[in-house]
Each structure stands twice: as C-alpha cells, then as structure tokens.
C-alpha cells in the first residue's frame, strides 16, 4: 500500500479537505484550506485528486514515498521544490515511486502550500470531514499538525480524467477589498475613512484561526465599545482587541465572538490575504456587495 | 438590560460578508431576542430559502450562510422578510435535560461571597433556576443556560484563566455555561460535570440545542 513518510515539517502543517461545513451550531468552524484556490489549482494538476491533500507552511516539508506509486500535485505560493535532489519547477505534477524523496523549501512567497495526491489519504472522516482542526483538535491526522516521522497511507489510485489545467490567476497586488462589518456603524465616520486610507502591516502572530495586524499610524488608538453581545463570525472578519489590535479571523475561528468588527475581506479576496507574509504592507478598500459577489464571479 | 417584557424591535437585516446574510433580533441580549432567534432559526430548518446552505442561531441572531451562484443578496432578505412577517407555527415542547454538577469550582466561594450567600446558599439558588440553552458557539458544544434571577448577577472575570478542563461549569452575568473541550475563559469556574455535551463520533455531535430546558442538580 502506497504511504507518504514525513521527513520534515514545518509548524501547522496539516491534512486539510475542502472543510467541515454544516457544524457551525455545534460550536465547529468549517476549517479547510486557507488558501481555497490553490488547493483547488493543485488539485486541477492532477485531473482528478483525493478530497484530502496536505497544507504545509513558509517552512516546506520533506518526504518519502512507499510502498508504490504516488502523483501528487504541488501548488500555492512559491517554494523551492526538488526530487531526489533535481530541482523542480513551481507548481509541478510529479510521479513519484517507491523511495523517492521529496524537499519542499522555503521560496520567495506566500505562506501557504498544497500538496493534493491521485488518491484518497486513509484517514477516517470525522463529522464528515478529513479537515484539521487545529485548535479544537478534530480531523486529519490525531486531530493535530504533522511531524516528523508520521505515516499517512493512502488507498487505491481514483479514476484519472484527462486534466483540465487551470492555471492560477496571477495574483493582484493592490488592497485588499472588503465589505464593512458587522458593527462598523460602531466606529467614526472619521476612523472609518482612515481604516480604509491607512496601510497595516501583518504582523508574525498569523496561524489558522487569524492573523493579527501592526497597526503603525495607531488607527485603532481610541477607546472602542466593549461587552458587545456575542455573534458569529466568519472568516475575513477584522475585529479589534480591546488594546487596539486588529486581527483578520481566518479558517480555524472561534464560530462567535464579541469584538467589534469593523469590516469583513471579501470571499474572491481572502485566498490573496492569507499569503502575505509577515512584514507586508496591506490596505483595505471597502466596496458593495455587488461588486464583492461580480469579483466571485471572476476568480 | 436583561429586560424579559420589552418586545424586541423589527430585526435588522444586513449582509455579513459575501455569502453571508444575519438577522439581528437585538444589539444587546435579551431573553426575548433570544427567545425570537431561537424560534427563527427553528423555522428556518423546515423552511430554508433555495440557496442557503447553513444556519447558524446565536444568542440574539441568525447567521444564514448562502451560495450568491444560487441566490442573490436582495432576493434572500426578501424571502426573510416574508418569513418574518409571517406568523410563527407553534414551537414544539422542548426537551428536558438535568446535568449532574460537583459544586467544586476554584471561584465558588469568591462568587458566593459576592452575593453575600453561603457556598450552600448559592448552590441551591443556582440549582433551582429553570434555565434555557441560549445557543451553542465559541468552542465546539460550549453551551450558555440562562437566564437566572437579577439576584445572581456577577459580572465576568477581569482576568482570563489558562484552558479550563472539559466539563467545566462556568458562571457570569446571570448565566451558566458548560465547557465539552478545554479553553480559556474569563467566566467564574463554579464545578465540574462528567457530562460531555460534545462527541465529535456521534451524530449529531452535541446533545444540546438551542431553546431546550436544562437544569442543573449538585452532586455531593
């Protein structure tokens, strides 16, 4: 039986699927990958791709194939990418047999990879789904990030369809656009209009459940509305800490929250959000609805 | 703020993010806003428009998650509309539940003494209130009982406490809470429970739901 040995890992490398979804009332956020498209695009490589893959982080990961073949696919971001010590292109489709060894490195940008496989990981779904849950502890391997020397097995090679290569949209650079939150009429007109003039910078504190925000022209320097009932929350949201922080929640968050919540990034934008690295700059441009569902369209 | 006779005024429609539309029966809690989104979230559950795929209730909103490929925006809050203004069927009797508590907990005395009762005391009052589940969220089956009496109102902790262990029975601002997985929290820690509303290998994973009676019994 075909199985991935895992040499290397970086930090919150974890089995993700398209996510858990329908578990939001019993207090379970959707998890999934944080960036949908390239899971998706990586997937597109290979034709046709087992429903769970693996998301590594800036950090690569390193491993052996055995026990058979394996196609993999790898996509999102950049990396450095060598088989049995060739270098690669990024993204590639590879064949892989039995001993071959794969490096994923460090590249020049995004903090998010995916690796997706011609077959199905052998990994028992819970409620529904392969997805890791970081946090809570639910899903892909023991319900944690993988490490060195763990074993996933795969079953049977799928059915191949002839790949239907979509090639990732090249990135816009630009700011990122979102829509105004849920308790954005909380908030001055006049912070309001320098939330969306001001550049952030996203700060080293980023896992899965969020990513705060350095906030050097002290946007959020004033006193906000505490002890706001609980909502839910979705990912994108930007909510602010009581200290003025502001932290962009993502796809291992919290299902409700009581923070203010000024505004939220819009769906076709958040995959581009959760690749910036620590150190870049970033803007928020509030548009309608309207436009936010024409840009879903788009990508 | 916790005024059980004021009616809540017209819930507020508004769109959170792209794919989601919320439906907020009040900006601040209430037993009758959440009595409201309890019952609408209920409805929605057999009469869902085209195009939602979940339904979230919260302790004073509804969260509809949409597809927009499948549903517009304007299109969905006009469905809502007309389910709102439609009258409610009657909502079915509630499910009954007691949960066994060991009144142990490291802030017991401190929020007897701040009601001015006795550990004994306290535990009576707690365990005689008829409470309602409020609505599950923050943590996979974290659930929120209210409401008790203004007589037993403490507000939270100003500090937050490292993770707690499942099964922690939780209390402030007139509520009860059960944690199913270990988290941090602000809430005063009062007990401990063997029951684990949450079991992620059973469907439906959480025993709880919104709306239902809960009471809870001290075990010596």
Redesign the interface.
């Known amino acids: 039986m075909t199985e991935l040995v895992i040499e290397r890992a970086g930090p919150l490398c974890t089995v993700q699927d398209a996510g858990r979804f329908g578990a939001l009332r019993h207090g379970v956020s959707a998890s999934g990958p944080m960036d949908r498209a390239a899971f998706e695009w990586a997937a597109s490589l290979l034709g046709r791709a087992g429903s769970a893959g693996i998301e590594f982080t800036m950090a690569g990961l390193d491993f052996v194939v055995g026990g058979g073949e394996l196609a993999v696919a790898v996509e999102g971001g950049r990396f450095g990418l060598e088989v049995n010590g060739a270098p690669h292109p990024w993204p590639s489709r590879l064949l892989l047999k039995e001993g071959d060894r794969v490096r994923i490195t460090p590249g020049p940008a995004g903090n998010y990879g995916y690796l997706r496989f011609d077959r199905e990981m052998s990994l028992a779904p819970v409620m529904g789904s392969r997805a890791t849950n970081s946090i809570v502890g639910l899903g892909g391997l023991e319900g944690r990030a993988l490490r060195k020397g763990d074993r996933l097995a795969f079953g049977p090679p799928l059915d191949q369809e002839a790949a239907t290569v979509t090639t990732a949209a090249t990135p816009t650079d630009g700011p990122i656009r979102v829509l105004w939150g849920l308790h954005a009429e909380l908030f001055p007109a006049a912070l309001r209009e320098r939330f969306a003039t001001t550049e952030f910078v996203v700060s080293t504190r980023l896992d899965r459940m969020g990513a705060r925000l350095q906030d050097p022209d002290r946007v959020f320097d004033t006193t906000l509305p505490l002890a706001l009932v609980s909502d839910a929350i979705v990912p994108g949201d930007i909510q602010i800490l009581g200290d003025g922080t502001p932290i962009v929640l993502l796809r291992d968050h919290q299902p409700i929250g009581g923070y203010p919540r000024i505004a939220t990034i819009a769906g076709a934008d958040l995959d581009r959000f959760v690749q910036l690295r620590p150190g870049a700059r970033v803007r928020f441009e509030p548009v309608t609805l309207a436009r936010a569902h024409a840009m879903l369209g788009q990508s | 703020m916790l005024d059980p006779a004021r009616p809540p005024s017209p819930p507020l429609l ?7 539309l ?1 439906v ?1 029966f ?4 209430s037993d009758a806003a959440n009595r409201a989104a309890i019952g609408f979230a209920a409805r929605l559950r057999t009469e869902a428009p085209q195009g939602v ?9 509804v ?1 509809l ?1 949409y597809d ?2 499948r549903i ?2 304007e299109r969905l809050a006009g469905e809502i509309r007309l389910l709102l203004a439609a009258d409610a069927s009657e909502m079915s009797a509630p499910a009954q539940h007691v949960v066994p508590v060991v009144f142990d907990g490291p802030d017991l005395d401190e929020v007897a003494a701040v009601l001015s009762l006795s550990r004994e005391g306290f535990i009576q009052r707690h365990c005689e209130a008829p409470l309602r589940v409020l ?8 659930v929120y009982c209210g409401f008790h009496g203004e007589e037993l109102a403490v507000p939270r902790r100003t500090a937050v406490r490292p993770p707690v262990p499942a099964g922690s029975i939780l209390f402030a601002a007139r509520q009860t809470a059960i944690a ?2 270990p988290i941090p929290t602000g809430w005063h820690v009062i007990g401990h429970t063997g029951f684990r509303n ?1 079991q ?2 059973s469907d ?3 025993v709880l739901r ?1 709306g239902d009676a809960i009471r809870f019994e001290a075990l010596s």
């Open positions: 508004q769109p959170l993010g792209d794919r989601g919320i907020r009040a900006s601040e809690l795929v979940e339904v979230q209730p919260s302790l004073v909103s969260l998650h927009p490929r517009g925006y609505t599950t969220g923050f943590a996979p089956g974290f199913s997985t949450f992620p290998d439906p994973p959480t919104e």
